[in-house]
């Protein structure tokens, strides 16, 4: 036994544990500026559609943060930037239509025809909502009124173009979320969101840096299994 008021010393971490926290460190790091960079981008091209990513509503009264979304895609749609419009989001606990839904009604009254309306009303999570915008547009992909050609799938056909609008910080993700599910996306964040504009950004932006490699984890792991995300 080791003498009263004696330590033993503590087992240093092997350098490969080290190792190993500083590139996972430095991974975080590059995601999270990566994140600021995307934050950034915003195309002028035009697409086949927008696709809109959904946020809360009260009682179909969109969210001041989906307003500025749905703000952003009217002002896409009425430039003649795309000819219809994807709206994402489902019902949360409590809420009696979707969010898509909610923004079909604020779209609608604001001068979009409804028939230039796609929803996806089901989806959840960013993961979810574009797995199912990917799977409305793939549906109609010969009925689309289609602005581009340029880019193809996996299997040599036309993939649609999209201009992705939510706020600033989820930018990255979408993109990749999007080329994953055969999309070719479009960058077009909404710069009004009450989000952007108050320090809160910083927040989400910390919170981003964590949903990016979860999610595309998560992808990989449905790719290999064959499975789809749902809700």
């Not at 989001?89 to 898509?100: L, V």
């Not at 289609?146 to 990255?172: I, K, T």
Request: hydrophobic share 45%; aromatic share 4%; charged share 20%.
């Amino acid at each position: 036994m080791p003498a009263k008021g004696l330590r033993l010393p503590l087992p240093r971490p092997s350098r490969l544990i080290w190792r190993g926290i500083l590139v996972l460190l430095a991974g975080w790091l590059v995601c999270l500026v990566a994140i600021a960079g995307w934050s950034r981008r915003s195309s002028v091209d035009k697409a086949d559609a927008i696709i809109v990513l959904g946020a809360a509503q009260y009682g179909g009264r969109p969210s001041p943060v989906l307003r500025s979304r749905l703000d952003h895609a009217l002002g896409l749609y009425k430039s003649g930037r795309a000819p219809d419009v994807v709206l994402t989001g489902g019902r949360r606990p409590g809420d009696q239509i979707s969010e898509a839904a909610a923004g079909r009604r604020y779209l609608v009254r604001r001068g979009v025809p409804n028939e230039h309306i796609l929803l996806e009303s089901s989806g959840r999570t960013s993961l979810a909502s574009m797995q199912g915008a990917a799977d409305v547009l793939h549906a109609l992909r010969d009925s689309l009124q289609r602005v581009s050609r340029n880019s193809a799938d996996a299997n040599g056909e036309a993939s649609p173009r999209v201009l992705l609008v939510s706020d600033p910080f989820h930018m990255l993700r979408l993109e990749i979320l999007a080329r994953m599910h055969g999309l070719s996306p479009l960058m077009s964040p909404t710069r009004t969101s009450p989000i952007s504009a108050n320090r809160a950004v910083l927040e989400y932006m910390l919170r981003e840096s964590v949903a990016l490699p979860t999610d595309l984890a998560l992808m990989l792991w449905l790719k290999v299994t064959g499975r789809q995300i749902e809700g």
